[in-house]
């Protein structure tokens, strides 16, 4: 199986800064990566696919990266609305898996 | 538009059985496999299993091997989560999720809302 870790837990971000999150992959998931976002009480929502294509409607201040077996999920100027949890997902090898999420939250 | 709509919540006894139900419209139904996802209270996202809607091919993860039943009615394009010999640490909200661009091995492009089971005595 292949494990997604994610970092930082937690990460604190006043309005306006950029916010950088971080996946490592446990082996190479062949860019098979996606990043959705999760507010409470809703269904995640697709951000990314393929490790730096945004979904169809999601901003352009979202943008994703790679680098071999890490990822990166970069809002450029958080808004209000973009506090929320971030997962990333490896969909390579079943069973799908993924990170345990980080939480942006207002400084 | 896409739609994933979820069967309402459900309470259960440990040891007993749950059946829940995702109803696909807005696109064609046997063209895009199917996920069910879950999260535990506070917890993060754990794939269960798949169903390809042509023909009910299924595969799931190895922890729900025994326990964890896909199937599909392509009449009513509702796709259906069957848990057997639940415990309490099945509570969870349980999604539906579409895989995206008709492939296997993609993101899950939309969501159904999410469905709570509680497994208590």
């Known amino acids: 199986e292949t494990v997604m870790t994610q970092s930082p837990a937690t990460l604190s971000v006043s309005p306006g800064e950029r916010a950088t999150l971080s996946c490592r992959a446990s082996?190479?998931?062949?860019?098979?990566a996606a990043w959705y976002q999760q507010k409470p009480g809703q269904a995640p929502r697709l951000l990314i696919y393929?490790?730096?294509t945004r979904a169809t409607g999601i901003p352009a201040r979202f943008s994703g990266s790679e680098s071999g077996t890490e990822f990166t999920l970069t809002i450029s100027s958080l808004q209000s609305e973009d506090f929320a949890v971030y997962y990333c997902q490896q969909y390579n090898q079943w069973p799908f898996t993924f990170g345990p999420g980080t939480k942006v939250q207002i400084k | 538009q896409v739609q994933l709509v979820q069967s309402g919540a459900e309470v259960k006894r440990p040891g007993a059985s749950v059946r829940l139900s995702c109803m696909a419209s807005?696109?064609?139904?046997?063209?895009?496999?199917i996920h069910w996802v879950r999260q535990a209270p506070g917890q993060g996202l754990e794939c269960m299993g798949v169903?390809?809607?042509?023909?009910?091919?299924?595969t799931y993860a190895q922890r729900f091997q025994g326990r964890l039943t896909l199937s599909r009615d392509t009449t009513t394009s509702t796709v259906y989560m069957d848990l057997s010999n639940l415990r309490s640490d099945d509570t969870a909200v349980y999604f539906c999720a579409r895989v995206a661009r008709g492939s296997y091995y993609a993101d899950f492009d939309f969501w159904g809302q999410g469905t709570l089971v509680t497994v208590s005595s």
């Open positions: 082996q190479s998931v062949n860019s098979k």
């Open positions: 393929g490790a730096s």
């Open positions: 169903i390809n809607p042509v023909g009910g091919g299924t």
């Open positions: 807005g696109y064609p139904f046997s063209s895009y496999y």
